[in-house]
C-alpha cells in the first residue's frame, strides 16, 4: 500500500518562504500525477498544484509565480514531490497535503486534475502558518 509522508511545514512571517516535501514509502508504478491540496481552517480542501508524470505543472491563481512545484520520481526509488512556496502570505496559512494518482493507462490523465477523488494516495498533512 502506498504511504505518503510530508514535511517541511512551520510557523513563518510574511514574505519568507518554506519547502514541503512528501515522500512515497515505494515506487509508485504507473504514476500519472501528483498534487499538493491544502485546507485553511473552516474552509474546503483547495487544489494548489499539480505536476504530472512529464513534467506538466498546474497552479491555482492565488499562487503563480510564488510556489513551484517539483518532483523525483527516479525509476524503483521511492517518489518524492516538493513544494517551493515563496512570498508566503496570511491566505496561505493551512494544513498541506500531497496526492498522487497511478493508473493502467496514464493517457487519460488529465494534467491540473481536480477531483480529490481521483488520487488514491494521500499524505497526513503538514500546518504552514504564516503571521503578519
Known amino acids: 500500500q502506498v504511504q505518503l509522508v510530508e514535511s517541511g511545514g512551520g510557523s513563518v512571517q510574511a514574505g519568507e518562504s518554506l519547502k514541503l516535501s512528501c515522500v512515497a514509502n515505494?515506487?509508485?508504478?504507473?504514476?500519472?500525477?501528483m498534487a499538493w491540496y491544502r485546507q485553511a481552517p473552516g474552509k474546503g480542501r483547495e487544489l494548489v498544484s499539480t505536476?504530472?508524470?512529464?513534467?506538466?505543472?498546474?497552479?491555482?491563481e492565488s499562487v503563480k509565480g510564488r510556489f513551484a512545484i517539483t518532483q523525483d520520481n527516479k525509476r524503483n526509488t521511492p517518489n518524492k514531490l516538493y513544494l517551493q512556496m515563496n512570498s508566503l502570505e496570511t491566505e496561505d496559512t493551512a494544513v498541506y497535503y500531497c496526492?498522487?494518482?497511478?493508473?493502467?493507462?496514464?493517457?487519460?490523465?488529465?494534467?491540473?486534475?481536480?477531483?480529490?477523488?481521483?488520487?488514491?494516495?494521500w499524505g497526513q498533512g503538514t500546518q504552514v502558518t504564516v503571521s503578519s
Open positions: 496526492a498522487a494518482a497511478d493508473r493502467v493507462d496514464c493517457s487519460s490523465w488529465h494534467p491540473g486534475e481536480d477531483d480529490p477523488g481521483e488520487y488514491p494516495y
Open positions: 515505494m515506487y509508485i508504478f504507473g504514476l500519472c500525477g
Open positions: 505536476i504530472t508524470n512529464d513534467e506538466t505543472t498546474t497552479y491555482a
